[in-house]
């Protein structure tokens, strides 16, 4: 089997891609290793970052990727500053990860002694050369910036600490026609209520799974999001048709303390489940796009902004701190665009 292996992060999490000629038999091969995920928006196979994998595949040995004592020491006490100060677990592990990486680069080099050149050399000889993303780039400089912030002695200046360029990438949206049959394909109401619920409200997944009942507020026609993205508190409203869906769905389940339960009574439903639903429901359509649960979120606000929503109420609705992230919808609405004539249609 000839392949090629590379060390990529596919949604935060450490992986292995493997890249191969498609050929049956090899896909077969890669299907029986555990953990093996085909990526639709990659267009590659990927396995656990493990020991075994990385020999397996002639990669570095994730013992070659461990920091310095005093590098996992300054890792472990960066943990304990973010928790004090209520960052939540996934930005924690996301931070302490990415200093893990620059810090791993430096092992052999004191904290005190790190300079910003350092930092261009790590860009260059580890991010560039491995060709990272530059939104992982993103993430170590906020790690870095956050991190020598809070300690005292260091050569680092925080402020020449420079971001790569970002990608002006627009959000991926569906049409109505779409959306409504990827809602329609389920015959299973559970699912199709958690879908609906997602796009009716522009729901982050993580948000639409840490809802309880007690969230729903059928008097006021809104549902209640606490300690959302940034630990923010907010409400969006609800549809007449989403809120008869929902008494429909708690007469059938009845849930007994997250809005929607898996199989175990009192047990959160599992983000793995919830991509699994939506995965099945474009099977059913037939819909070939690589769509994601957030791409019903995006199809929302900008079915919100083509319906002459001010991007004002749209920024509240999605939870947005700054005015800018809402902007981008004005980029994929094709409300004005359609309106605009060719100038082909005179020739």
């Known amino acids: 089997m000839k392949w090629e292996a590379k060390l990529i992060t596919h949604r935060g999490e450490k992986r292995i891609a493997v890249l191969f000629e498609k050929k049956a038999e090899l896909i077969a091969r890669i299907k029986k290793l555990e953990g093996a995920v085909w990526s639709q928006t990659r267009g590659v196979w990927h396995l656990p970052d493990t020991e075994e994998n990385r020999l397996r595949f002639k990669l570095v040995p994730k013992s070659h990727t461990i920091p310095s004592e005093e590098g996992s020491k300054q890792i472990e006490k960066f943990k304990q500053w973010m928790r004090s100060k209520r960052y939540s677990e996934s930005t924690i592990a996301t931070y302490s990860e990415a200093l893990k990486s620059f810090l791993v680069f430096y092992r052999e ?10 930092v261009i050399v790590y860009n260059n000889e580890h991010i560039l ?4 993303s530059a939104s992982y780039q993103n993430q170590i400089v906020n790690a870095i ?3 020598f912030k809070i300690i005292k002695e260091t050569k680092i200046d925080i402020d020449k600490i420079h971001r790569p360029k970002r990608a002006k990438v627009l959000p991926n949206v569906l049409s109505k026609e779409e959306v409504k049959a990827i809602l329609e394909a389920h015959s299973n109401f559970k699912h199709k209520t958690m879908l609906s619920l997602i796009y009716s409200c522009g729901l982050r997944r993580s948000e639409l799974l840490h809802l309880r009942f007690s969230d729903i507020d059928s008097k006021r026609n809104i549902v209640l999001l606490k300690n959302a993205k940034g630990k923010k508190d907010r409400i969006a409203p609800l549809s007449p048709k989403i809120l008869d869906m929902l008494r429909e769905y708690y007469i059938g389940y009845k849930p007994q303390t997250w809005l929607f339960e898996g ?4 047990e959160q439903y599992s983000e793995k489940s919830l991509q699994s639903v939506l995965k099945q429901a474009l099977q059913k ?3 070939s796009k690589p769509v994601t649960l957030h791409w019903l979120r995006h199809s929302y606000a900008t079915h919100l902004l083509e319906s002459g929503t001010d991007l004002r109420y749209i920024q509240e609705l999605l939870g947005h701190s700054s005015s800018k992230t809402t902007e981008i919808y004005t980029h994929v609405s094709t409300k004005s665009i359609q309106q605009i004539k060719s100038p082909f249609d005179d020739l």
């Open 129 to 132: 050369k491995n060709n990272l």
């Open 263 to 266: 199989q175990i009574k009192g």
């Open 109 to 118: 080099k004191a904290v005190a002694d790190i300079t910003n050149e350092d």
């Open 285 to 287: 359509t037939g819909i």
């Open 145 to 147: 910036k956050l991190y």
